[in-house]
């Protein structure tokens, strides 16, 4: 990939600035695409973008930045995407727009604010710009391994970078909108993480076809060049519909809940909501449960794992050990400490409680077929 380093002006780069939100931001007299399809969102914050401003005005050098070169098919122009820069030129431009204001002799200053002199010294600035030219595959080589101005990209936007194309763009119009689509439908529902950093969509694609870098790498390339991303968007929809209608009263346990797979296996189930929620409200108030959130999934599988029941302490089962003389109550053996573990005698299904009258020690071997 060829790379020649260019010194270019702020008031180059804030001419024709558009910002149309998810629909696009160009500038650079419409000649470079700011937020190209693979770049992750707009996430500085108004902290992060006035830092860059002060850095500007005080004559400090910013991060370089990469910007991809090509041909306007239509005019022949040179045109640009950005590779690396998205949060600093987008702070800029945003500023120079008149979107927020930085503190310059202790007073908070909007751009037509500033001194003329303030006001040219800031225009006048000079970017460093690496434009870069090379194949699609080498340019998003590159892109991976890049940091902006210290934010490490997520796995997700990495993926983005890689897989770009159009099911791309209509699942981010999804799944990458703060209280919108799908984080809109589903925030009591899942924990969506910071949705403009692509958690959201990560876990849709989770849910939709499979756990992990390497099953999520194959989803997004056998829908690459798909035409919308309906399928994902109507299965996810469809789940979250399906938890809201049997387990409609709110908690904070809702959003850590493994949705996706108790819909495969239940969503043809004649449950009762009513009943349900009689049976969660119970679990809930049960402090022998540990794990609230497993109680969703119980009360549908009925396996009692999930729900973190409370174990005995080191102290009770020593009790018990002394009490029993080593001696395994179900085949009669004599065993160490280490080889036995403790066991309710009257299970927690039948009211047992994690209290030391109700622990005996089995030894290991009996301990597991006892479950």
Same mark, same amino acid.
């Given at each position: 990939m060829k790379i020649d380093l260019h010194h270019i002006p702020v008031r180059d780069l804030v001419e024709g600035y558009i910002n149309s939100g998810y629909d696009g931001v160009v500038g650079y007299g419409g000649a470079l695409d700011i937020r190209p399809k693979f770049q992750r969102e707009f996430v500085y914050d108004t902290a992060k973008q006035q830092a860059v401003i002060t850095t500007i005005l005080s004559g400090f050098p910013l991060n370089v930045m990469y910007w991809s070169k090509g041909t306007d098919p239509a005019s022949g122009d040179p045109s640009f995407e950005m590779l690396d820069g998205q949060q600093r030129s987008m702070s800029i431009c945003e500023y120079v727009k008149g979107s927020f204001s930085v503190v310059v002799g202790g007073n908070p200053k909007n751009f037509d604010n500033l001194s003329g002199t303030d006001q040219e010294r800031l225009l006048d600035y000079q970017l460093m710009v690496y434009h870069c030219e090379g194949?699609?595959?080498?340019?998003?080589?590159?892109?991976?391994?890049? !940091?902006?101005?210290?934010?490490?990209?997520?796995?997700?936007?990495?993926? !983005?970078?890689v897989y770009t194309g159009l099911w791309l763009t209509?699942?981010?119009?999804?799944?990458?909108?703060e209280n919108q689509g799908a984080h809109k439908l589903a925030k009591?529902?899942?924990?969506?993480?910071?949705? !403009?950093?692509? /958690?959201?969509?990560?876990?849709?694609?989770?849910? @939709?076809?499979?756990?992990?870098?390497?099953?999520?790498k194959e989803y997004m390339n056998l829908h690459r060049n798909d035409a919308n991303a309906n399928a994902i968007w109507t299965y996810f929809k469809s789940v979250i519909d399906w938890a809201k209608l049997i387990f409609?009263?709110? +908690?904070?346990?809702?959003?850590t809940v493994p949705w996706n797979a108790l819909y495969d296996k239940y969503n043809q189930a004649p449950?009762?909501?009513?009943?349900?929620?009689?049976?969660?409200?119970?679990?809930?108030? /049960?402090?022998?449960?540990?794990?609230?959130?497993?109680?969703?999934?119980?009360?549908?599988?009925?396996?009692? @794992?999930?729900?973190?029941? +409370?174990?005995?302490?080191?102290?009770?089962?020593?009790?018990?050990?002394?009490?029993?003389?080593?001696i395994c109550p179900k085949c009669? /053996? @004599?065993?160490k400490l280490e080889e036995m573990d403790g066991d309710h005698i009257i299970p927690w299904s039948k009211?047992?409680?994690?209290?030391?009258? !109700?622990?005996?020690m089995l030894c290991i071997r009996d301990n597991r077929s006892n479950r």
């Open positions: 194949s699609e595959d080498e340019q998003l080589a590159w892109f991976e391994v890049i !940091n902006i101005a210290g934010l490490t990209l997520r796995p997700q936007e990495l993926r !983005n970078a209509d699942a981010k119009r999804y799944f990458s909108r009591d529902y899942v924990a969506a993480g910071e949705v !403009n950093r692509q /958690d959201l969509l990560q876990r849709a694609m989770e849910w @939709h076809g499979g756990k992990g870098d390497v099953a999520i409609s009263v709110q +908690r904070k346990e809702l959003r449950l009762d909501a009513v009943v349900l929620e009689e049976r969660v409200k119970a679990l809930m108030s /049960d402090e022998e449960v540990q794990k609230k959130s497993g109680i969703y999934t119980y009360v549908l599988t009925g396996e009692e @794992h999930t729900l973190g029941l +409370r174990t005995f302490t080191d102290n009770q089962k020593r009790e018990a050990y002394e009490r029993q003389d080593g009669g /053996d @004599h065993f009211q047992g409680k994690t209290t030391s009258d !109700n622990c005996q």
